[in-house]
Nanobody
Framework: QRQLVEFGGGSVQAGGSLRLSCVASGYTFGVYSIAWFRQTPGQEREGVAGIATDTRTTYYADSVKGRFTISQDTAKKSVYLQMNSLKPEDTAMYHC???????????????????WGQGTQVTVSS
């Protein structure tokens, strides 16, 4: 049974760091893309970072480039999001999601993903 479970959210002061984990049980690394999205109440879901699990090619939203790093551990069926230099505007519920295929098109588009985790809350205080 396929399942996505996120860990690692919490509260941190601006400038701090957090590492989110997504355990992708039942997913075959190499044929899926996995990405992180975030959402705040009343706002649309925003793509943050994605990884093609065959080539480990990574993709980032402009708002997080240079601060966030997405990576994978194939043996652990896990994808990580290292978040540094956090800002209050990074506060959101963070979800990981998976889609079949590793093409670059729509890598950070929520509509392209079929499978979603429940999310983990990240709160950054000023």
């Amino acid at each position: 049974q396929r399942q996505l479970v996120e860990f690692g959210g919490g509260s941190v002061q601006a400038g701090g760091s957090l590492r989110l984990s997504c355990v992708a049980s039942g997913y075959t690394f190499g044929v899926y893309s996995i990405a992180w999205f975030r959402q705040t109440p009343g706002q649309e879901r925003e793509g943050v970072a994605g990884i093609a699990t065959d080539t480990r090619t990574t993709y980032y939203a402009d708002s997080v480039k240079g601060r966030f790093t997405i990576s994978q551990d194939t043996a652990k069926k896990s994808v990580y999001l290292q978040m540094n230099s956090l800002k209050p505007e990074d506060t959101a519920m963070y979800h990981c999601a998976a889609r079949l295929g590793t093409a670059s098109a729509s890598m950070l588009a929520p509509r392209a993903y079929n499978y979603w985790g429940q999310g983990t809350q990240v709160t950054v205080s000023s």
